[in-house]
């Protein structure tokens, strides 16, 4: 759960307050149970409703007592055959997604992101090399990818012809806070029916109290090749407290 709808918010807040979480009976939802918080566990969340939770809410697995940290799509774009992106020119790293991480969203080590990409490749024998970038100096769609950087999962430079195709990567704060350092590693490259395996782990230097650019690049590179030799159907960037 993300946010909040009260049943009501008296002012000043006293007491415990009734709040309805989403899927819950009454108002017009569908069936479910209220939960309670005391005014002061309301009052931390925000006054507006739509606060998100903190970083630091946990969640109870089953019946046990085990808790966790929540997860879930910070970003995630999904694309029809009509709309699906396509590299901006040929012969170059050229950008096909591309998400900015706000600043200071690495800050304690444990925190982590999955990056997961998937799209077509045009049914001819030129080459082609689909890659996920992590930091970035710039990268916009439709344009070369910026220097520096660090290449978290790559295809390879391959000539497979007409197959879906996705690439996979996992990115993780370690260290002190504010060391910039991070692991990441590739976790799956699959073309058609081969499977590339999982990349060796790498360790980006990113600065965590500034933006992180993550980018999604094709290079169409064969001598005559068409830009709609790559095709970025679906992206998604999934975050772990």
Not at 183 to 202: L, M, R, S
Request: charged fraction near 10%; charge should be negative; proline fraction near 5%.
């Amino acid at each position: 759960m993300t946010s909040i709808v009260p049943t009501n918010f008296p002012s000043p807040l006293t007491g415990k307050e009734t709040v309805r979480g989403f899927g819950v009976a009454g108002n017009g939802q569908p069936s479910g149970e209220d939960f309670y918080m005391t005014s002061a566990q309301i009052a931390a969340l925000g006054s507006t409703p739509s606060n998100p939770f903190p970083a630091t809410t946990s969640t109870t697995f089953g019946s046990g007592t085990g808790t966790f940290l929540e997860e879930g799509n910070i970003y995630r774009a999904a694309y029809l055959a009509a709309s699906a992106i396509n590299p901006g020119a040929t012969n170059a790293d050229n950008v096909l997604a591309v998400y900015s991480l706000p600043a200071n969203s690495f800050d304690v080590s444990g925190r982590g992101i999955s990056i997961t990409a998937s799209g077509l490749l045009g049914a001819n024998s030129h080459t082609k090399d689909i890659k996920i970038f992590f930091n970035p100096s710039t990268a916009v769609v439709g344009s070369t990818i910026g220097s520096g950087g660090t290449n978290v999962a790559d295809t390879g430079a391959q000539t497979w012809s007409g197959v879906g195709w996705e690439l996979s990567a996992n990115v993780f704060k370690v260290g002190a806070a504010g060391s910039n350092t991070q692991y990441a590693q590739e976790t799956g490259v699959i073309v058609g029916a081969t499977h590339g395996g999982v990349g060796v782990p790498v360790y980006p230097t990113a600065t965590e109290g500034a933006a992180i650019l993550i980018a999604v690049t094709g290079n169409c590179s064969t001598s005559g090749s068409a830009v709609t030799d790559i095709a970025l159907n679906f992206v998604e960037v999934n975050v772990m407290n």
